[in-house]
Each structure stands twice: as structure tokens, then as C-alpha cells.
């Protein structure tokens, strides 16, 4: 028996005649930069997230760093995001020329402490960036509250959390822009990379679509300075076939969660198994998560990978525990939430594709490692 954290393979074919028709299309019709393929799926994306505006980029880190520099956030602002994110969000921060402001996360639901991120504001904050970590809404009624309050920007990092849903509205909707992935492994993910950022603002959008293509929308005339970061013509081709399947998959996800539910409740002494928070309408299970309750992780991990069960740990070492980031000064202890599950927490194999008896598989796998 293998299975593996995600099956790309067992996706594609699922869908490959769909797939292969479009690729060739793009083939054909050689459009590839900014090609008819990507203002089509830009805005099925943005009618399927609820806004009025989605701008294709490079990537998801580019996304977010994009809507950042859209928004003049740079050189002397400070951006509040959580410490248990992956890297991508904090170099978004960053590479924009603000400094990331780190925040513990919520033990439970492993997204942002709102009441801690109040507490970390500090003066020349511009910006929040919650993360929907691992399909899940952050609390954004708080953060968009706390936000209005101190005038901040809320900047989502929805990369993992394409069709989640808080009880305010879809992930992506709810604050001045969002930023989206489309990396393979996602929820919805291209065949290389990708990302976007989806806004309500007019003005946002018409200044990322210029950001993006060398700082301007005719060609050879450049009005202000930008880069090159625009979503590949084929990977939005491969992406409008997958988001008609996006909402089918997501429900697949949460179905794989309930099994998992159902198989491990058995083992709740030994483990916790992953929160949905009240204002979660739609978990849309990136990861399912869950923490051992002892100490030796490493080697749970390691007895699962000689079961054939691809694991993973989704972060092992929180963001100011990262060498790029020892110059904020911020060692062990800082946050003890988050470094806490660094030590205890384990990703298992979740994808649509996945069926009862690989999950039952995997419980069982579990079980015998937990009882030796
Ligand atoms: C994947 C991811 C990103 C970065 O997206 P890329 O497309 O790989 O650049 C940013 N934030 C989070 C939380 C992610 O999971």
C-alpha cells in the first residue's frame, strides 16, 4: 500500500481529454502571453469567488506582493501576519520593503490570535494579512472589525482556501484584495505556477494589470515602473477546466475529512483531531491536521512514511524560527502556540481522488504506530 500526501497523477486522470483539448487549443491559437485563455478564467475565478475584479500573476507569493505594492505598502510600513504560515507570506511582506509584524496563532483553529494581533500593532502598521491556513477561515469578523477600528488594510492569503466560506462571506471577498495560489498541489491547481489576487477595487485592479505586465496596459507605453509577472496563457487553460470541477473536489475534501473523523475517533486519547471554528461555513480541507497529544512525532512520522502513508508537517519550523528571518530578532519562546504544534503536528494524505478504504487504510497505519 502507497499513498501519498496528494495524487496529481490520479487528478489528471480524471480529467485529462478536457484538459489536453485546451492546452492544445492554447497551442493552436499561439496566444501564450496574456492569451484569450487568461481574461476568460480571470473572470470565471472572480465570479466564482464574489468579486467584482480578478487580476492573473506569476504566482501566489507574487500575488500578495503585488497587491501590497498596488496598495503603496513599502519601505517603513509594518504588516501584522501570523507566525504559523508558510514562508511565502512573510516574504510577500518583505520583498513589498515592509517589515513582517509576527503574530502567535489560535491553538485551536491554528489561524491568526486576533486578540494577540491587537496587542502586536505597532505605530506604522498599513496592513493584516490573515492566512485561511489549510482551508480554513481565519476569524475575519474580528480582524475586519479590528482593522476598520485602527485603519488597516486586510490583505488575504487565500492561497490555501480557494471556495472556503466564513460566515461573512467566500474567502478571498472579504477584505481590499486577497491573494490566491495556484500552485500544482492546491485546491485548485495549475500544471506549474500560478497565482491571482481578486478585489473589489477598480482602481487596485487597474493598477495591478499594469504592475504586472512592465507597468503598463498598451504595449511599449509604460506609464509608471513594473514588473513581469503575468499568469502563463496555458496554465489558464489548464485552470478554467479545473475550476468547473473546483466545488466538486472541495465537497470530496470534506467527505475525506468526515471518514477521517470517523476512523480516528477511536485514537482521540492519543490525538486531536483538526477544529472547525463557529464562523466556518465551509472548511474546504487543504490539509487535514492533526496533533499528537505525545512527544515523539518525528519518528510517528517517519513509522507512517515505512507504512506507505505520505505525511507531512505543515510548518515544521514557524516563521521567525527561519533563518531569513533571525534579523527580527525574535527567538524560542516568542510564540509559544505556534512552536508548540510545530513539534506535535501531522498532515495526512487528503486529496478528491482519495477513497474510504485509503483513508481507513491510513487510520489503521496510525492505530499500529500509536500502539506500540
Ligand atoms: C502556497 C502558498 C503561498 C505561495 O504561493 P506560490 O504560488 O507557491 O507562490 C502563499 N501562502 C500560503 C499560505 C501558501 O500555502
Redesign the pocket.
Known sequence: MKIPLVDLQAQYRTIQPEVDSAVRGVLERADFILGGAVSEFEAAFAQFIGTKHCVGVA???DA?WMAMQALGIGEGDKVLLPAN??I??ALAVSDAGATPVLVDMDPNTYNIDVEAAKKALVPGTKAIVP?H?YGQPADMTGILDFAREKGLFVIE?A??AHGAVHVDGRCGALGVASGF???PG?NLGAYG?G?AVCTNDDNLAERMRRLRNWGGTVKYHHPERGFNSRLDTIQAAVLGIKLRHLADWNSRRRQVAAWYREELEPLRSEIELPAEAPWTVEHVYHLFVIRLRRADRDQVLKALHEGGVGAGIHYPVPIHLQGAYSDLGLGPGSFPATESAAGQILSLPIYPELTREQVAAVAECLRQILSR
Do not use: I, M, N, R
Open positions: 504566482s501566489g507569493t500578495l504560515t508558510f511565502a507570506t492566512v491556513l492569503d492561497a490555501q495560489s495556484f500552485y492546491k505556477d497565482g
